[in-house]
C-alpha cells in the first residue's frame, strides 16, 4: 500500500518559517516526480512547487518563488518544503503528490495533507 503522511504544518507569524516533510512508503520513490499542492479555504487546489525524481529539477509557483525551498532525500524516501517569509495567504492544506513523470501530473497518489496557518 501506497502512502505518503505529511507532518511540520502548524500555526506560524506572518514571516516566520515552517518545513513541511513527506514520507513516502509502498512505492519506489526515486521513479516518482514529487510536488507539493496546497488548498486554501473556501479556493481551489493550487500547485505550489515541484521535484523531478532525480532531485536536479525543481519549480515553484510565482506566488511562493524565493521563499520556498523544495528537495528530496533519496536516503530516507522523504520529500521537503521549506518555507520562509510566509504570509497569511499562504495559510491552507497543503497535499503532497507523486506522480510517475513530471511534477505537473497527473499525480498517482496524494497525502492527507497538512494544515498550515499564518496569522497576521
Known amino acids: 500500500e501506497v502512502q505518503l503522511v505529511e507532518s511540520g504544518g502548524g500555526l506560524v507569524q506572518a514571516g516566520g518559517s515552517l518545513r513541511l516533510s513527506c514520507a513516502a512508503s509502498?512505492?519506489?520513490?526515486?521513479?516518482?516526480?514529487m510536488s507539493w499542492v496546497r488548498q486554501a479555504p473556501g479556493k481551489g487546489l493550487e500547485w505550489v512547487s515541484g521535484i523531478n525524481s532525480g532531485g536536479g529539477s525543481t519549480s515553484y509557483a510565482d506566488s511562493v518563488k524565493g521563499r520556498f525551498t523544495i528537495s528530496r532525500d533519496t536516503a530516507k524516501n522523504t520529500v521537503y518544503l521549506q518555507m520562509n517569509s510566509l504570509k497569511p495567504e499562504d495559510t491552507a492544506v497543503y497535499y503532497c503528490?507523486?506522480?510517475?513523470?513530471?511534477?505537473?501530473?497527473?499525480?498517482?497518489?496524494w497525502g492527507q495533507g497538512t494544515q498550515v496557518t499564518v496569522s497576521s
Open positions: 503528490t507523486a506522480a510517475r513523470g513530471s511534477w505537473v501530473g497527473p499525480y498517482e497518489y
Open positions: 509502498g512505492l519506489t520513490f526515486s521513479s516518482y516526480a
